[in-house]
């Protein structure tokens, strides 16, 4: 994609899906990196819609922190901002595991096997 000639923008995504797109009573199960946080608002959106949701945070890493103070403010600045996805999930009830994609997934979900993941009406 970085060789195309194309001027790249960024995609807006969605935050709603249709309500056919997934069956009633359905358990989501969201992989992602948790960096961006219009996720909350589609997360949101499913959670008032009586879903079960369950986030697997697959983020490894975080910035380097450079030698200068502006990457070093850089750092913090994005660190808040995964402190902010997670508040805001655990807000509305959204259990949040992480897995490095090493080990088994089953070692991360093992917490959720054995409850019952409440939904909200």
Known sequence: ???????????????????????????????????????????????????????IDVLNGEPGAGRSRAARLAQRIWRMEQQAIRFSLRELDIPVVHWDGEESLDLSLAPFTRRV?????
Do not use: C, K, N, Y
Request: charge should be positive; charged fraction near 25%.
């Open 1 to 55: 994609m970085l060789s195309q000639e194309r001027e790249w923008t960024q995609d807006t995504g969605f935050s709603r899906l249709p309500r056919q797109a997934l069956p009633p009573g359905a358990l989501i199960l969201v992989f992602t990196p948790l960096m961006d946080p219009r996720l909350v608002e589609t997360l949101r959106d499913l959670r008032q819609r009586g879903f079960a949701v369950l986030v």
């Open 117 to 121: 993941m409440v939904t909200r009406r």
